[in-house]
């Protein structure tokens, strides 16, 4: 077992972009840290990977994918948590810190899509450092940042994980709950979001490494995936 809420609001600075906390990001405080439209603000029940996700074979290769290693990510379940991605600063061995949410009802395959998305913000991380640099690059533009890492996610789908079901994304996004695709809000549209999946799920590779999918997605595929919001 691991205590984590203290260690959690030691990244209260960190990388808070998914579900609810994507509101948070631009002013992220100990509380912002927390919120989530369907999760409560202290998740209970915390424990170093508890369903060891780490084992999952579409997760090893979604981590493979993006280039770093299964000990670079601490994962930690909680009850009632948000999905989240966070630096994790100030804590020697790994670099980064998944949060993800224990529910007992699910088979814990439906965790391998809001994963893979979480991945992929570990790859933005990798590649800009901090938050803030990744808000820099992206003229603090969530969307840019969220719809980057969907992106990710398709690709890591189709050529990684090699899993042909499309659709598996958006249902097991909502079966995980923090990612609420009946609403719009601050991290785009469900309809922008399974766009920007999609663009990176039927996107020619051609080995290319995804950092340079990523700043390619960034021009003219982003603004169409974005576009989707507004059909
Ligand atoms: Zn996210």
Redesign the pocket.
């Known amino acids: 077992m691991l205590r984590v809420p203290r260690v959690l609001k030691s990244t209260a600075l960190g990388l808070a972009?998914?579900g609810g906390t994507l509101v948070c990001a631009a002013t992220p405080t100990i509380d912002c840290l927390y919120a989530a439209d369907t999760a409560n603000n202290n998740p209970t029940g915390c424990a170093s990977d508890p369903e060891d996700v780490v084992d999952i074979p579409a997760v090893a290769a979604a981590i493979a994918a993006v280039g770093v290693k299964p000990s670079d990510i601490q994962f930690v379940g909680c009850h009632d948590a948000a999905f989240l991605t966070v630096p994790n600063l100030g804590h020697s061995g790994s670099r980064y810190r998944i949060v993800y949410p224990v529910d007992g009802n699910l088979p814990k395959t439906t965790l391998v899509a809001p994963l893979t998305?979480?991945i992929g913000?570990v790859l933005q991380l990798s590649l800009y450092g901090s938050r803030e640099q990744l808000l820099q690059r992206y003229h603090g533009s969530i969307d840019r940042i969220?719809l980057g890492?969907d992106f990710i996610a398709g690709i890591i789908f189709r050529n990684f994980q090699h899993n042909d079901n499309i659709r598996e994304f958006q249902n097991d996004l909502r079966l995980a709950g923090s990612y609420d695709l009946a609403s719009a809000n601050s991290?785009g549209t469900p309809e922008a979001r399974i766009a920007a999946f999609r663009t990176g799920f039927f996107y020619d590779l051609r080995g290319q490494s995804l950092a340079t999918a990523h700043d390619d997605f960034q021009g003219e595929l982003y603004s169409i995936a974005a576009a989707a919001e507004h059909p």
């Open positions: 972009l998914s998305h979480e913000h969220e890492a991290h």
